[in-house]
């Protein structure tokens, strides 16, 4: 497979990267301690064209590849290894796409260049208080009444809550049609969280301070046809369909924070010195050097995998679906453990230095965590998707 990237893809790495490294990689202490990403910053992603990479032209955004936002989600983990800024990058990034693949004119045409231009939030609110790997139990349920769907329910551990609320924007949402059905009654659709009857609360988290997560409850809040995504009772596909996206942009970030940390250790192993010789001389650290920056090199090799078949796809190429979930439930299944683990070592060899603030180190350990506990969805839930689409949907442990 070929993972060289397109001189276009270069020239975005760079400008990317150099934004990121004046505009994010300074701040990013205060991202954290403030719980803000401050507005000027989105807006200047907005402007380099990185909230909208995928979004077409015609929309406001770049028209670019999966294997683009893969880059940037890489460039964002690194300078910000809270995750509060790629998770933002990649709901907005992974959800618009789907959005803009599978919603309808009018919806593309209201919501898409604010999104693309940093002036409003787009999430996605699957979870409910039962639980958020099984899709097919939720509660939360949307009636017909004319061309509208009355919804009502509580989904919870929802990012961007306060951020949509103040800027403007809301989520995708998974809804039950029809109880009947399972998971083929359940619709998508997009719900502004600013829609009478919606009210939210913030949750305390431990990790990714920047970036809200809440819960929101609904009460017969009005969800308009327009705002349908792709086909009535057809939502749990067209989740899985942008899980695909979100969980490949997901370990791109984890990828890049991996990196980070690597490099963060690299430089202090280098110049500590320990028993007369610097720590990178002893093997019980260079060896545990040497192997993490393998691991890290073959996830990234995963992630990008992931990236060019999912762009093979969507440039209509005959990629079989099986294929796309198994590396993308792959990246997910490997790069948040394997950041952690990075960060874990790296903190090691820093000794107590690690466990002050005067390192990064514990804020992309916090927000790392997220990802391993389930956000985007939880590690067994990958094992099932690859046990599904190798050894057979008959294999599955609920049928
Ligand atoms: C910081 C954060 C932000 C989040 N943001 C969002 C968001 O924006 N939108 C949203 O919808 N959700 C969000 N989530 C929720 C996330 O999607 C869920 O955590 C995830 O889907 C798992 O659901 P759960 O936490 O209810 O765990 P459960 O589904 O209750 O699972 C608990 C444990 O059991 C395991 N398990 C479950 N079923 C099986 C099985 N069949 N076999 C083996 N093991 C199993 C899981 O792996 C997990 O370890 C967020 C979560 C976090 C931590």
Same mark, same amino acid.
Request: aromatic share 8%; net charge neutral.
């Given at each position: 497979?070929?993972?060289?990237?397109?001189?276009?893809?270069?020239?975005?790495?760079?400008?990317?990267?150099?934004?990121?490294?004046?505009?994010?990689?300074?701040?990013?202490?205060?991202?954290?301690?403030?719980?803000?990403?401050?507005?000027?910053?989105?807006?200047?992603?907005?402007?380099?064209?990185?909230?909208?990479?995928?979004?077409?032209?015609?929309?406001?955004?770049?028209?670019?590849?999966?294997?683009?936002?893969?880059?940037?989600?890489?460039?964002?983990?690194?300078?910000?290894?809270?995750?509060?800024?790629?998770?933002?990058?990649?709901?907005?990034? /992974?959800?618009?796409?789907?959005?803009?693949?599978?919603?309808?004119?009018?919806?593309?045409?209201?919501?898409?260049?604010?999104?693309?231009?940093?002036?409003?939030?787009?999430?996605?609110?699957?979870?409910?208080?039962?639980?958020?790997?099984?899709?097919?139990?939720?509660?939360?349920?949307?009636?017909?009444?004319?061309?509208?769907?009355?919804?009502?329910?509580?989904?919870?551990?929802?990012?961007?809550?306060?951020?949509?609320?103040?800027?403007?924007?809301?989520?995708?949402?998974?809804?039950?049609?029809?109880?009947?059905?399972?998971?083929?009654?359940?619709?998508?659709?997009?719900?502004?969280?600013?829609?009478?009857?919606?009210?939210?609360?913030?949750?305390?988290?431990?990790?990714?301070? /920047?970036?809200?997560?809440?819960?929101?409850?609904?009460?017969?809040?009005?969800?308009?046809?327009?705002?349908?995504?792709?086909?009535?009772?057809?939502?749990?596909?067209?989740?899985?369909?942008?899980?695909?996206?979100?969980?490949?942009?997901?370990?791109?970030?984890?990828?890049?924070?991996?990196?980070?940390?690597?490099?963060?250790?690299?430089?202090?192993?280098?110049?500590?010195?320990?028993?007369?010789?610097?720590?990178?001389?002893?093997?019980?650290?260079?060896?545990?050097?040497?192997?993490?920056?393998?691991?890290?090199?073959?996830?990234?090799?995963?992630?990008?995998?992931?990236?060019?078949?999912?762009?093979?796809?969507?440039?209509?190429?005959?990629?079989?679906?099986?294929?796309?979930?198994?590396?993308?439930?792959?990246?997910?299944?490997?790069?948040?453990?394997?950041?952690?683990?990075?960060?874990?070592?790296?903190?090691?060899?820093?000794?107590?230095?690690?466990?002050?603030?005067?390192?990064?180190?514990?804020?992309?350990?916090?927000?790392?965590?997220?990802?391993?506990?389930?956000?985007?969805?939880?590690?067994?839930?990958?094992?099932?998707?690859?046990?599904?689409?190798?050894?057979?949907?008959?294999?599955?442990?609920?049928?």
């Amino acid at each position: 497979m070929d993972f060289s990237l397109s001189d276009e893809e270069q020239l975005f790495q760079k400008t990317v990267h150099d934004f990121l490294k004046d505009n994010l990689a300074p701040i990013a202490r205060d991202i954290d301690n403030d719980h803000r990403i401050p507005e000027k910053l989105l807006h200047g992603m907005g402007e380099i064209g990185l909230l909208g990479a995928t979004i077409p032209e015609k929309y406001g955004g770049q028209g670019g590849s999966i294997t683009m936002a893969t880059l940037g989600a890489m460039e964002i983990g690194a300078a910000d290894p809270s995750m509060a800024t790629a998770v933002y990058y990649l709901l907005v990034t /992974g959800w618009s796409h789907l959005a803009s693949k599978l919603g309808t004119e009018e919806l593309r045409q209201s919501l898409l260049p604010k999104v693309a231009a940093g002036r409003e939030f787009l999430g996605i609110a699957t979870t409910e208080p039962g639980g958020g790997s099984d899709l097919a139990a939720m509660k939360t349920n949307a009636k017909r009444e004319g061309k509208r769907l009355i919804l009502n329910g509580e989904k919870i551990y929802i990012s961007g809550v306060s951020e949509a609320k103040r800027m403007g924007g809301g989520h995708l949402t998974l809804m039950k049609t029809d109880p009947s059905l399972k998971h083929k009654g359940l619709t998508f659709a997009y719900v502004p969280i600013n829609s009478k009857g919606i009210e939210t609360t913030v949750l305390e988290n431990m990790g990714r301070m /920047g970036i809200s997560t809440g819960i929101v409850s609904y009460r017969d809040v009005d969800v308009v046809k327009e705002n349908i995504i792709g086909e009535y009772n057809r939502g749990f596909f067209h989740a899985m369909a942008g899980f695909n996206y979100a969980r490949t942009l997901v370990s791109a970030a984890c990828v890049g924070a991996a990196q980070w940390a690597l490099e963060v250790g690299a430089e202090y192993i280098k110049r500590r010195s320990a028993f007369g010789s610097t720590l990178a001389r002893y093997e019980g650290v260079s060896f545990e050097f040497a192997d993490l920056a393998v691991q890290v090199e073959m996830v990234r090799n995963q992630v990008m995998k992931a990236a060019t078949l999912l762009d093979a796809y969507d440039s209509g190429k005959n990629v079989p679906m099986k294929d796309i979930n198994i590396a993308v439930s792959a990246s997910k299944l490997t790069a948040p453990p394997l950041a952690l683990d990075t960060i874990k070592k790296v903190m090691m060899w820093h000794g107590a230095l690690s466990y002050t603030k005067d390192t990064y180190l514990e804020m992309a350990m916090r927000g790392i965590l997220s990802y391993v506990v389930g956000a985007e969805g939880a590690l067994n839930i990958m094992r099932l998707v690859i046990v599904r689409d190798l050894l057979g949907p008959e294999f599955l442990p609920y049928r």
